[in-house]
Every structure is written in structure tokens, then in C-alpha cells.
């Protein structure tokens, strides 16, 4: 599959390339005919387009659109940026290898969501297969907290303790296997993606509990902000948890 890659001028940068990288990233390839590396990078840049669904690569001449290419500084080519929501993000100059394209590219679109098997074998097999999968490591680390089995869930999650999510799930382990009164109940079954929900608890419990407890619900509190992507919500719970602690 060939990609189709518009060219655009100082006309019609703003539209094609500004408002455009609005909807998603652009990428724009600043290059003219004279120069042999920018001959020699475009064929490359096509072919991870073609590859590349959720990016839009552009060309500009920079002989024919001077003013452009003034504008964002162009002194050497071939020169690429990139943008999104209206803005540079990124770039690069000069010739590049196609796994330096790869990854250029790879950076500016995020990855499809993967859907990971909901049962204990399927988590298993995938653990097994990539030990480095740290989102099947979490999911059965969850899985195995959830169904009482502190132990195996230990074992599971240690192999990533050094990830405050994985942290803030063995912390999880140690209160449980405490036994201590008065703790937020949804300790004992950890579900990702609505933990937020469960910080006002552990907020409270901070501010009361000492010693060993307070480290150990700090940790799950640390595990679950680290797993939300910034937000108001996310960071007036950051503000409440620091108030907390100190």
C-alpha cells in the first residue's frame, strides 16, 4: 500500500498542516529537488507512512515556499517535523535509517489499546511467553489478589517490584495479610481502571495510620495515581495525598 503524500506550500500550510495536525499528527518533510539526501530520505518516509494510519506525512518545498521555511528555521535539509494539536513535537535532520523513521513515527500515534485475556491461564501464558509484559503481569497480579491468593499474586508482582504499580500492589499484599481493622475494603479487590474511586478512603486511613501501615497505604496511593493519566481529578488527588502526607 503506497502512501498518498500531499504536498503543501506557504498557502496552505496553516490548513494542511497547522489545523490538520489538530485531528492528528503531521508530519512534514521540509526538502527540495537539488539536494540528493532529501531525494534519498523521502522514499523512506513514504514507505513508514504507507504503515502508519494514524499519521499524515506532507512534503514543502522550501525553494518554492521560502517564507515557510523561515518560519520554522529550516537551515539544513532534509529537515522533518513533526506536529500535533498545532505545534512542533518533534523533528530531526539530515539523512536517517528507516528504523530511525520507525520509531520517529512510532513515537507521534499511540499504539491500538491491547485487550488482555480475562482468565488465569491466558494472563499465565502471556507472563510465560514475555516476562517484560507488565500489563499481563499487573492483570494477574490483580486477578490473584482478588480471588485471596496473597501468596501466588507475591510471587507474580515481584518480578516487578522496582514499578509503583506493582509496589503499590504488594503493598496491597502486606495490608491484607496484616489483618488490620479498618481498612478500605476495595483493597482486597483491585480493579485499575476505577481506583480512583478508592483514594478519598486512603487519604483518610493516611492521615490516621502510623508506622509500617502509612508507608504501605502510601504505596498503594503512589500505585494508583501512577496508573491514571494526568488530569484535574488525578491531580487534585496528587495535592490531597502530598497534604496528607506531610
Known sequence: MEAVIQDVNDASFEHDV?????????????????????????????????????????????????????????????????????????????LQTLPFVERFFATLAPAAPVTLPSDEGGLRALVDSNGENLPARLALGRLLIGAGRLDDADTVLRAAAHEPVADGLRARIELLRSERTGLPPALAQPDGAAELALMPDLITAIRSAGGDERSQLRRVAVGVLTEHTASPEVERLRAQLASALF
Open 18 to 94: 497547522i489545523d490538520a495536525s489538530r485531528e492528528q499528527p503531521v508530519v512534514v518533510d521540509f526538502w527540495a529537488a537539488w539536494c540528493p539526501p532529501c531525494r534519498a530520505l523521502g522514499p523512506i518516509l513514504e514507505d513508514v507512512a504507507a504503515r502508519s494510519p494514524n499519521v499524515t506525512l506532507v512534503k514543502l518545498d522550501t525553494d518554492a515556499s521560502p517564507r515557510t521555511a523561515m518560519r520554522y528555521g529550516i537551515r539544513g535539509i532534509p529537515a522533518v517535523k513533526a506536529f500535533n494539536d498545532g505545534a512542533v513535537v518533534d523533528e530531526f535532520v539530515g
